[in-house]
Every structure is written in C-alpha cells, then in structure tokens.
C-alpha cells in the first residue's frame, strides 16, 4: 500500500472526525454541555486518547526494531559475501569466473534497490556498465515478479554447484572449498530472512481500528472546544502529527524502498574490497 495515500487518508479521517465534532455541537441544545457531560466525554476521549498512543506507540517501535534488524542483516550480509569472496580467491584461480559473477550481481542489487547511489560507485572506480535488461524482473506464467532475494539465493545455489565440480589437489584447498561452501550456506540464509524482514506490512485491522478511534477522538476533542478558528487550527495541527507518525511507520516497515531505506553504504564498501 502507498504509504502517502494511506496517510492522507488519516489524516482526512482526522479531519472529518473535527468536522463532525463542530456540526455536531451546532445541532446540539446547549443544555446538554454541561459540566457533567464536559467530565464524561473528557474522560472517555481520554481513554481512546490512551489506546490510540499505545497503539501508535507499539507500532512505531516494532517498525523501528524491523528497519534496524533489515540494516543488520544487511552488513551482516555483505561480511558473508567478503568471506565466500576470500575463501574462493584463496582456493585458486579456478574460481575467478564465479568472484566475478558474485561481485556483479552485488552491483546489480545496488542498481535495482539504490539507483540514486550508482555515482558513488562511479566514484569508487567501480564499473557500473552493466545490462540494464538483466535488472527487469522476471515474469512467471502467474505474472508475479521474481524477488530479487529469491534471484540471489538462486545465483548463490548456483555459485555452491561450481564449487562442488571442482577437483581440490590438496587438504589446503579442500579446506577453502569448504570454507566456501559454508559461507555460502550462511548467505543463503541471510537472503531468507532479508526477504522476510523486507515485507511486514502493517496489518489492515490495526488501521482500520486506528482510524476509527482517531475519528471518535477528533470528535470529541471539537465537539467540546470552542468555536474558535484557532482552536481549530491547533486540532488540524493534532491531526497532522498523528498522520504523519503513521507515516513513519509505515515507510519504516519498508526498510528497502521508500523515503526511509536502508543506506546502501554496507553493500558499496563489500563491492569496493572486492576489486582490491
């Protein structure tokens, strides 16, 4: 889901909840503002008030713990890719074809997810003249795109299968074979959990609870206030700030797209050591 379109769709829930609130008070006979009505409705706005921070408050740091693991994992990633790389040069020439595949495809994972930082390869001295047409997805018969996790593991896989041809002449590269293959394994898995962390949406029944307590908030807040402009500006102001963290949340669950991603910064300096 857009996370813009989503926002400004609380936010107008937001806003329409202050709107009912004012129409509200216009219809309603004064006697009915009393002090005894003003403490019940204070008191029942602030209990939604209550749950609605705490549900905002939950969700916020559960999208900020997601967007930090996505940012572990993805250096912890790229110290795998520097072991596997290691591990084969130190194997012997035999596996130049598949370091230089692997550090290719690296590029192409920057190109697809920072195509805003291929400059700064660039300026790395780092090549970037690859296929533009081997970025575009691949298409099933169900016309789902290809993740480009599941385009990694299977170019990992691939990697492990050049590794097991091969014919070690002595224990020293029977040990870096290994070697290879189990940092390719610990890749493989790493790959995984990327592609899980990078999909977590926010369920749609918290949103749409959300927008109702919000709706049932605003209204009260203005059903109350009085009618003055600024006051209402102040609540509009309200409105925007519980729209916006709601933004944050959502772009934080989306630790690579989005305003919010993760940097590319772990991937560019694993691309750099390898051309050393």
Not at 21 to 34: N, S, V, W
Not at 118 to 125: E, N, Q, S, V, Y
Not at 132 to 156: D, F, G, I
Request: hydrophobic fraction near 45%; aromatic fraction near 8%.
């Amino acid at each position: 889901m857009n996370s813009i379109l989503i926002t400004l769709l609380f936010f107008l829930c937001c806003f329409g909840g202050i709107r009912l609130g004012i129409y509200a008070r216009g219809k309603t006979p004064e006697h009915h503002f009393g002090d005894d009505s003003r403490d019940i409705v204070i008191a029942s706005a602030g209990l939604v008030a209550t749950l609605t921070a705490l549900i905002l408050g939950l969700l916020v740091a559960s999208a900020s713990a997601n967007f930090q693991l996505y940012n572990a994992s993805l250096e912890k990633m790229g110290t795998e890719v520097l072991v596997l790389d290691r591990a084969m040069e130190s194997y012997g020439p035999e596996t130049q074809e598949a370091r230089e595949t692997l550090r290719q495809h690296l590029i192409k994972i920057v190109q697809a997810i920072w195509p805003e930082d291929i400059p700064k390869l660039a300026r790395l001295g780092i090549s970037v003249s690859i296929d533009n047409a081997s970025m575009q997805p691949k298409r099933k018969s169900n016309e789902l795109e290809e993740p480009l996790a599941l385009r990694t593991v299977n170019l990992l896989t691939q990697i492990q299968n050049q590794l097991l041809k091969l014919s070690p002449k002595d224990d020293r590269q029977r040990w870096w074979q290994t070697k290879a293959l189990d940092a390719g394994d610990n890749l493989i898995e790493e790959q995984w959990l990327i592609a899980e962390q990078a999909k977590s949406p926010v369920p749609t029944p918290f949103l749409i609870f959300l927008a109702v307590w919000l709706i049932i908030l605003f209204s009260s807040f203005s059903l109350f206030s009085p009618p003055y402009k600024a006051v209402h500006i102040i609540l509009i102001f309200c409105a925007i700030s519980v729209a916006s963290s709601l933004f944050l949340i959502l772009e934080l669950n989306k630790p690579s797209s989005g305003l919010l991603k993760v940097s590319s910064e772990p991937l560019r300096k694993v691309i750099f050591l390898l051309d050393q």
